[in-house]
């Protein structure tokens, strides 16, 4: 019994020690047949660890529970079932759908492969010589297995002889393999279906079929099955700890780390010990490649737009204490913005020099050349803008940075970088250069905000003239509307003056005809009497004095003469 | 039982050691040298499983094979018209050959002492042959550039390539820059030509502004002169048209308007001021000594 138990786990763990290195081999040479028949080997653990489980748990757990889990039970073992089906199905497509691979290191895979045919076929030998003495036909029908197992490789194995004399038979040796698996899978679920509509133990049917496998006669059977319970109650026994279980569970959460998302926008790469799968990698959805540690899988996103600043940094932590604004003389201090002076400032074609700060934006193009042909892509991106940026400025003098060229040099710094990132064949693709913040130096600013205040004041000057301007030349040209009416109006009053004064001479002419000598004399003293009446005035005898008149002596008083000329 | 278990798991633990060290993976991304007892004799460069010999015996170093980027310190160099500038330069180069690179340099930090020192040298011999104007001009003949990084990045890839197995893709020069003490003279001068500018637009605006004013001034003096002009025209018109009409009535009878306008012209000018000297000889008086002679 002890001897027989033994070399029951014994042959578990080299079952387990084969498909290893049965895998090895397989990524070793990219035969399609020895990868089946690993997993051939696995289906037969995997049904083994199935078996096992179910009949500890049916020990361990309640009778009045053992319903429940049985159904349980059942439905596992129909989903490993699918997935042995699955997995053959998918060995045999590669075998016939896929073209032929080449072969590599087949000498090792020989020696391989031979080993494993020599272990399981002694594995095989003692189970059927130790179950025969010790008439365990349990034993005997696991040898068998162990036997076909042997077979199985030495199917393989040949194809591979074929291989090295030039006669590809790998595929149809996978092929083979694989009908052998899919014959597991439905004999899994075969026999849970039924213990499932029958409602009985599936154990039973297994213990009663799979173990006895065709090879062995069917009619002993039931007793073989008998036995093999005995193993598995002495495995209970000796595992109370519960040992199985969590180990299980390890195996599952291993094979699971074959399984990885790739999400919109994101490319992964699968790497079979280091070495590159698919240079093109896989696009987004749920895939699945070998566990940890054959194949290995690294994702980047190709959708993302990177960024990398040159001149400043952002600083996320400082966000909340930002300026109110940016201004030429900032020192970024405080603020979300930190200055990086020894990038933005640079050597304009003029010989000035300019602080520019620059954010430049890339996405991944290439993911292979992303991820493996460069060290550092983000460092190389700054390094090459930066590089970019000064060779643009420097061709261009200061004035033209800081006005009106920008979007043209932005475009030439694009073009120079996408020169140097395709020389270094980074897989990067910088979708834009953007100009964020041109000014000249601190040191500068000063003498350039003098340069606008002058700028302004030359305006304000000419705004100024302007201004008088306009107030002088309506207003001249108001008096010009006024003389020239005035002198109308005069010129009007002048003529109406004349026409007035000769219509009255001539009324007083026509008058004079009529009566010369009267009227002539009529006015000569009508005019006397009006103008001579109040006058002071003197009456001379011509012939009193001949001396000159002397009007002293008419006024009396010197003063009052004197008055009278003053006034 | 479970002594005789112990024996197979450390066998396993041993195999599992053995095989760790028979077997090895090869990055993409690096070279494999395996070196027996120290010397290197085989190089691998196709990624995947390889085996070796267990560990005493065969053991390996990795090398990275991708592009790296080395980021010497910036220099200070002279350029032909003896101007100082501090040239920042970054470097992308690759192992070429790993055996050779591991029997010179070994590894990464002393490769990059050795890049330091090869494009140092080679910036400044270069530079040396250029102007300034070659760096940074806005005449875009003037600029060479890229030859003279071409220049040095082919006899730096000469150098490293035949003494380190490194392969140099290109010395990249990243920054230019002019050593503190020439900066703040370039800010002088910038500070100068700003203040000139400034100047310029100051003196240009008062320029303008007087020509302006000027210009007003003359168009509104123009336009008064004219205005005058226009008004002495209408002003004559109208003494010409009195004149007319004056002497139209006038000339009828001139003796009787000399009497008339007499007349008038005393009743203007003989005021209450005004002292009368009657002799009684006039006219008016005559009657006073001679009438009743007369009558």
Redesign the interface.
């Known amino acids: 019994m002890?001897l027989k138990v033994r070399i029951a786990i014994?042959s578990v763990?080299i079952n387990v020690f084969l498909v290893g290195i049965k895998f090895?081999l397989a990524?070793?040479t990219y035969s399609s047949s020895i990868l089946a028949d690993a997993i051939h080997s696995l289906s037969d653990i995997l049904v083994s660890l199935l078996v096992l489980s179910g009949l500890v748990l049916s020990i361990l757990i309640k009778k009045s529970q053992t319903a429940r889990w049985r159904k349980v039970e059942d439905i596992v073992a129909i989903a490993v079932g699918l997935f042995i089906l699955l997995a053959a199905v998918q060995i045999f497509a590669g075998a016939v759908a896929g073209p032929p691979k080449e072969l590599i290191r087949l000498p090792?895979a020989l020696v391989g492969i031979f080993l494993c045919i020599l272990v399981s076929g002694f594995v095989a030998r003692l189970k059927i010589r130790v179950g025969e003495e010790q008439s365990s036909r349990s034993l005997v029908a696991d040898g068998y297995h162990s036997r076909m197992d042997m077979y199985s490789s030495i199917g393989v194995m040949s194809g591979l002889v074929g291989g090295m004399i030039g006669l590809n038979l790998d595929a149809q040796a996978a092929g083979l393999i694989a009908l052998l698996i899919a014959a597991t899978g439905l004999e899994v679920i075969y026999g849970a279906v039924k213990a499932l509509l029958r409602g009985t133990s599936l154990e039973e049917y297994w213990l009663a079929n799979l173990f006895g496998h065709p090879l062995v006669g069917s009619k002993k059977t039931w007793r073989l099955g008998r036995k093999s319970l005995e193993i598995i109650l002495w495995m209970r026994h000796?595992s109370r700890s519960l040992v199985l279980w969590p180990l299980g569970i390890i195996i599952l959460l291993w094979l699971s780390s074959g399984l990885y998302v790739v999400s919109p926008g994101e490319r992964a790469l699968v790497?079979?010990?280091?070495?590159?799968l698919d240079p093109s990698g896989q696009g987004p959805g749920l895939h699945v490649h070998l566990p940890w540690?054959v194949d290995m899988m690294q994702k980047t996103s190709m959708s993302a737009m990177r960024r990398v600043e040159i001149g400043f940094r952002t600083q996320p932590t400082n966000w909340g204490e930002d300026v109110r604004s940016y201004q030429w003389e900032s020192r970024h201090i405080v603020g979300k913005y930190t200055k990086k002076p020894?990038?933005s400032?640079?050597?304009?074609?003029?010989?000035?020099?300019i602080d520019i700060n620059t954010i430049v934006q890339y996405q991944v193009a290439e993911i292979t050349s992303f991820l493996?042909?460069?060290?550092?892509p983000e460092?190389?991106v700054k390094?090459?803008a930066?590089?970019a940026i000064?060779?643009v400025v420097?061709?261009?003098?200061l004035d033209d940075l800081l006005t009106s060229e920008r979007s043209r040099v932005e475009k030439q710094i694009l073009e120079v970088l996408h020169k140097?990132l395709a020389?270094?064949?980074?897989g990067i693709k910088v979708t834009a250069v953007k100009l964020q913040d041109v000014h000249?130096?601190l040191?500068?600013v000063?003498?350039?905000r003098?340069?606008a205040?002058?700028?302004e004041?030359?305006?304000?000057?000419?705004n100024?003239?302007?201004a008088?301007?306009n107030e002088?030349?309506p207003r001249?040209?108001g008096?010009?509307?006024g003389?020239?009416h005035?002198?109308?109006a005069?010129?009007?009053?002048?003529?109406h003056?004349?026409?007035g004064?000769?219509?009255k001479?001539?009324a007083?002419?026509g008058e004079?005809?009529k009566a010369r000598e009267v009227t002539?004399v009529r006015?000569?003293?009508e005019?006397?009497e009006?103008?001579?009446t109040?006058?002071?005035?003197?009456?001379?005898?011509?012939n009193a004095s001949k001396e000159p008149?002397d009007?002293r002596f008419?006024k009396g008083q010197e003063a009052e003469i004197y008055e009278?000329v003053e006034? | 039982m479970k002594r005789k278990l112990i024996v197979p798991l450390i066998l396993a633990g041993f195999l599992i050691l053995l095989l760790n060290s028979i077997l090895f993976q090869v990055d993409e991304t690096e070279f494999v040298i395996i070196t027996q007892f120290g010397k290197p004799v085989r190089v691998i460069s196709t990624a995947g499983l390889q085996v070796k010999w267990p560990d005493p015996a065969q053991s390996l170093r990795r090398l990275d094979r991708r592009l790296l980027l080395f980021d010497p310190e910036a220099g200070e160099f002279l350029t032909q018209d003896k101007k100082n500038v501090l040239v920042d330069t970054y470097i992308g180069w690759r192992i070429e050959e790993p055996l050779k690179f591991l029997e010179a340099v070994k590894e990464r930090p002393v490769a990059e002492i050795f890049l330091a020192d090869i494009a140092s040298a080679t910036i400044g011999a270069a530079l040396g042959n250029y102007p300034l104007s070659a760096l940074a001009s806005i005449d875009p003949l003037e600029i060479k550039v890229d030859q003279i990084m071409e220049e040095v990045s082919a006899k730096c890839r000469d150098k490293a390539g035949r003494d380190y197995g490194i392969e140099i893709l290109q010395v990249h020069l990243k920054r230019l820059n002019l050593p503190d003490q020439n900066k703040e003279s370039v800010f002088q001068r910038m500070r100068t030509e700003r203040e000139r500018m400034a100047k310029k637009y100051r003196s240009e605006g008062e320029e303008e502004a007087i020509k302006i004013r000027a210009e007003a001034d003359r168009e509104c003096r123009a336009i008064l002169s004219e205005a005058y002009e226009q008004a002495q025209k209408i002003i004559g018109e109208g003494d010409a048209e009195a004149a007319r009409v004056y002497a139209a009535a006038f000339n009828r009878d001139p003796r009787f308007y000399k009497l008339v306008r007499t007349l008038e012209s005393y009743t203007k000018f003989l005021n209450e001021k005004t002292t009368v000297v009657l002799s009684t000889d006039s006219e008016l008086l005559k009657l006073l000594t001679e009438g009743k002679s007369q009558k």
């Open positions: 002890n014994i763990v090895l990524r070793w090792i000796r790497f079979r010990f280091g070495r590159l540690p020894e990038e400032i640079m050597f304009t074609g003029d010989e000035n020099f493996l042909h460069v060290e550092d460092t190389l390094s090459a930066e590089e000064r060779i420097a061709m261009e003098p140097t020389n270094n064949d980074a000249p130096p040191e500068v000063d003498a350039f003098e340069v205040s002058a700028r004041d030359k305006n304000r000057l000419i100024e003239a302007y008088y301007r002088v030349l001249a040209r008096n010009v509307v003389e020239i005035k002198a109308e005069e010129k009007q009053e002048r003529i003056h004349a026409r004064e000769a219509q001479f001539m007083l002419f004079y005809q002539e006015m000569f003293l005019t006397m009006q103008s001579l109040g006058l002071e005035k003197f009456i001379v005898e011509p008149l009007l008419f009278g006034r």
